[in-house]
């Protein structure tokens, strides 16, 4: 199974600033389409999650473009600008290219 | 709007059997494939496997090979989870999840497993 490696496991920062998480997996992402299916979800307290990102970049629909993704192969990263009180929470990064599916365990984001 | 919308919370015994919907709106059913997903109280997320809405082929994850079974009623837009011989470790959140994007989830169905 894919591995995901998911850092760091919590942050607490400021309303207003900027945060980044990583994701790194143990194999390639790349699926034989030539596109990478690694997906960024946010799980609110109490709520189910909630994809922000799909395939690396793209924005959910709905998503503020405060979020933005980058990354390649098996390097990952989500950036949040300008965190906002509704951004709390625990993000997952999660690869859907290789079976079975994987998920990161989590970063918690709390706010100061 | 897109939604998938699960069954209510389930309180059962060890040994007995439950079946948990997840019924879809607001799309063409057998257009996306179907994810299941656990999650222990306070734990992360953990893949069950998934359900292909055009064939009703099921494919499970190594862990949950054995006591689940996914199905569907296609005419009813509507997926299933069905977890025998349930054990005490079965207590959790299972979630329904769209496509190979994970673009929609169900609000999660409650499951608590206890003599």
């Known amino acids: 199974d894919v591995v995901m490696t998911q850092t760091p496991p919590s942050l607490s920062v400021a309303i207003g600033q900027s945060v980044s998480i990583s994701c790194k997996s143990s194999?390639?992402?790349?699926?034989?389409?030539?596109?990478?299916?690694l997906h960024w979800l946010l799980q609110s307290p109490g709520r189910s999650p909630k994809r922000l990102i799909y395939?690396?970049?793209n924005l959910g629909s709905g998503v503020p473009d405060r979020f933005s993704g980058t990354g390649s192969q098996k390097d990952f990263t989500l950036k949040i600008s300008r965190v906002e009180a509704e951004d709390l929470g625990v993000y997952y990064c999660?690869?859907?290219?290789?079976?079975?599916?994987?998920f990161g365990s989590g970063t918690k984001l709390e706010i100061k | 709007q897109i939604q998938l919308v699960q069954s209510g919370p389930e309180l059962k015994k060890p040994g007995e059997s439950l079946k948990i919907s997840c019924k879809a709106s607001?799309?063409?059913?057998?257009?996306?494939?179907m994810q299941w997903v656990k999650q222990a109280p306070g734990k992360g997320l953990q893949y069950m496997g998934w359900?292909?809405?055009?064939?009703?082929?099921?494919t499970y994850a190594d862990d949950f090979k054995e006591r689940f079974v996914f199905s569907l009623e296609t005419s009813a837009s509507t997926a299933y989870l069905q977890i025998n011989n349930l054990k005490n470790e079965d207590t959790a959140t299972y979630f329904c999840?769209?496509?190979?994007?994970?673009?929609?989830w169900g609000q999660g169905a409650s499951v608590t497993v206890s003599s």
């Open positions: 999840a769209r496509g190979l994007d994970l673009g929609t």
């Open positions: 607001g799309y063409t059913f057998t257009d996306y494939a």
């Open positions: 359900i292909n809405t055009q064939t009703g082929k099921p």
């Open positions: 194999q390639s992402l790349v699926y034989s389409d030539g596109k990478t299916y």
């Open positions: 395939q690396v970049s």
């Open positions: 999660a690869q859907t290219t290789h079976f079975p599916l994987t």
